[in-house]
């Protein structure tokens, strides 16, 4: 029997032998991977990039199978100067199966890297003069040629795009038709897109000009993420994040027109500039912010619409309206309340406050419908602006010339309602509470406080 030491050693020497053999078989191994990285890499940059071209018509077939449009690329050439080639597509152009034109690019650059090649997509995509027509339905649906873009729609497109790490086009025009408002066609020039996009994240900024209006700025930003186990970054439905935007030089009838084209009707107008941010959850919004600061607004009466012509008397004028309205969800519903919200009205001699004004309901489009809640609270409120107000906005409301007659002045504080429906198309059970909670001076005789002087927005945090 040999002696512990000599067996030992012998063990060490055939752990050794085994490292040995193992190291050196990982080391050939890495040699043969660098020899045909550079095997590939001298082929690719030695004898196709040159002839990259004869790719195109390739290149074009896999392109339409994938868009289901009729791409055609005028030219193809490509940058060998670094380790990942540089694609240079110019004359780029797209056809619906009817040949109408889809989109143009004047130039495109895409290239690769390390990352992109393993998550199957690419690294940059670089567009310049990109003209994209779009078209809005009757149902309401954005439509790209036959792509449908939307919250909830899933393809393989969107997801491929949404790989991509960072995306930027320069130079873009967007015209689109409305079939759903048959409104004129819509027109966006000189916009800027950049797109950055990561494991789980989708971050947007966007610089363009509201539709039709040259001279209105528009940017938007978004930050967006993605579930950690989601399998289609292009899902928009599953998508988190904020979004913030802001407008200046906004004339309000033409971008209500885009916006509420039922709101249109009313005449309203007005210019100014307004700033909203949103919350985003799972593709939904929650809570909503919107400042704003308007000059020069005008609009019908709200008791004029139902009213004869004879009757009709002048629309209302308001010099300015600036402040904040917040809304988030409630219940099954939505919450609106007001924050800092003045406005100035032609022939009053201060400024109305509408601070503190909060409004609940359920179902904010059928709120006397069976089952529909609501809550209405108003914290501060001058009793002399009531009567005007109601001139104002409901000339013909047979309570205006009630109110007028009533001479009310001081001041309401903390005043609540609420309000159920039992069944549908009767009139609401009204349940007052803390109907004039701390309104000691309800009815007195003292000359409500001054309006403080018009102030701007508080700033936003996006």
Not at 19 to 28: A, D, K, R
Not at 124 to 151: C, F, K, P, T, Y
Not at 178 to 203: A, R, V, Y
Request: proline residues 7%.
């Amino acid at each position: 029997m040999p002696p512990p030491e000599i067996d030992n050693t012998a063990r060490s020497l055939r752990l050794w032998r085994w490292v040995s053999s193992v190291s050196g078989f990982l080391l050939w191994l890495c040699i043969a991977f660098w020899l045909l990285a550079l095997v590939i890499f001298s082929v690719v940059h030695a004898l196709i990039l040159p002839r990259i071209d004869v790719l195109r018509p390739s290149i074009e077939r896999q392109a339409s199978e994938a868009l289901g449009l009729q791409v055609h690329i005028d030219t193809l050439d490509a940058d060998t100067s670094g380790i990942w080639p540089a694609l240079h597509l110019q004359g780029v152009s797209a056809l619906d199966p009817h040949a109408k034109p889809v989109l143009s690019i004047n130039s495109a650059w895409v290239s690769l890297s390390w990352a992109s090649v393993l998550r199957r997509s690419l690294d940059h995509l670089d567009v310049e003069g990109l003209h994209l027509n779009a078209r809005l339905d009757e149902q309401g649906q954005w439509w790209v040629g036959d792509i449908r873009i939307g919250a909830g729609t899933q393809s393989a497109v969107s997801d491929t795009f949404f790989k991509i790490h960072s995306f930027t086009s320069h130079n873009t025009q967007i015209t689109w038709i409305d079939d759903f408002h048959h409104h004129e066609s819509g027109l966006m020039e000189g916009l800027s897109l950049d797109i950055q996009n990561g494991l789980l994240s989708h971050n947007f900024t966007l610089d363009t000009n509201m539709p039709n209006s040259p001279g209105t700025p528009l940017s938007v930003r978004a930050q967006m993420h993605q579930p950690l186990l989601s399998l289609h970054p292009g899902e928009w439905s599953q998508w988190s994040g904020q979004v913030y935007a802001q407008a200046q030089n906004v004339e309000l009838s033409t971008l209500l027109k885009y916006l509420s084209p039922s709101a249109s009707t009313l005449g309203v107008a007005g210019t100014g500039w307004l700033r909203f941010w949103s919350e985003v959850n799972l593709g939904s919004p929650t809570t909503q912010v919107l400042d704003v600061s308007l000059s020069n607004v005008k609009s019908q009466p709200l008791a004029q619409l139902s009213a004869p012509s004879s009757a009709q008397k002048a629309g209302l004028v308001l010099d300015s309206v600036h402040g904040r309205l917040r809304s988030k969800p409630w219940k099954t519903g939505r919450e609106w309340e007001t924050e800092s919200l003045e406005v100035e009205v032609a022939g009053q001699p201060k400024a109305w406050d509408l601070s503190h004004l909060r409004l609940r309901l359920t179902d904010p489009e059928h709120p006397w419908s069976g089952g529909a809640q609501g809550e209405i609270n108003i914290g501060q409120v001058f009793l002399d602006n009531v009567a005007p107000m109601a001139e104002k906005l409901a000339p013909q409301h047979p309570l205006t010339p009630i109110l007028w007659g009533l001479n009310l002045k001081g001041e309401l504080k903390d005043f609540s309602a609420a309000w159920s429906s039992s069944k549908p198309a009767t009139p609401p059970t009204l349940k007052m509470g803390d109907l004039l909670n701390g309104a000691k001076q309800l009815l007195s005789a003292s000359t409500p406080a001054d309006v403080s002087e018009k102030q701007s927005p508080p700033p936003l945090v996006c």
